[in-house]
């Protein structure tokens, strides 16, 4: 059965960082692109960032340079820097291979003005 659990989220000042992780089990983990979406309250849920099986990248413009999302033993991390009050969210960790999509149960991340 497949598991994605989120850790990391929270209450942060505007300009400060918080790291999230995912920790994924019943799926073989090295074959899967991983990643990250978000979703604030009336808005529909967005990219932020992948890290493909093969360890290439992706990040929703807003998120460059600011974000770094890597992978690592069925984990992956999202570093968040910089926060901004727009970046407040529900964040939720995918797993993708092929037609299978996974999701967890996401991790509230709100950043205060």
């Known amino acids: 059965q497949v598991h994605l659990a989120e850790l990391g989220g929270g209450l942060v000042q505007s300009g400060g960082s918080l790291r999230l992780s995912c920790a994924a089990s019943?799926?073989?983990?090295?074959?899967?692109?991983m990643a990250w979406f978000r979703q604030s309250p009336g808005k529909d849920r967005e990219f932020v960032a992948r890290v493909r099986w093969n360890g290439t990248t992706d990040y929703l413009d807003s998120v460059k340079g600011r974000f770094t999302i890597s992978r690592d033993n069925a984990k992956v991390y999202l570093q968040m820097n910089s926060l901004k009050p727009e970046d407040t969210a529900v964040y939720y960790c995918?797993?993708?291979?092929?037609?299978?999509?996974?999701w967890g149960q996401g991790t509230q991340v709100t950043v205060s003005s």
């Open positions: 019943g799926v073989s983990f090295d074959l899967y692109d």
């Open positions: 995918s797993a993708n291979f092929g037609r299978y999509d996974f």
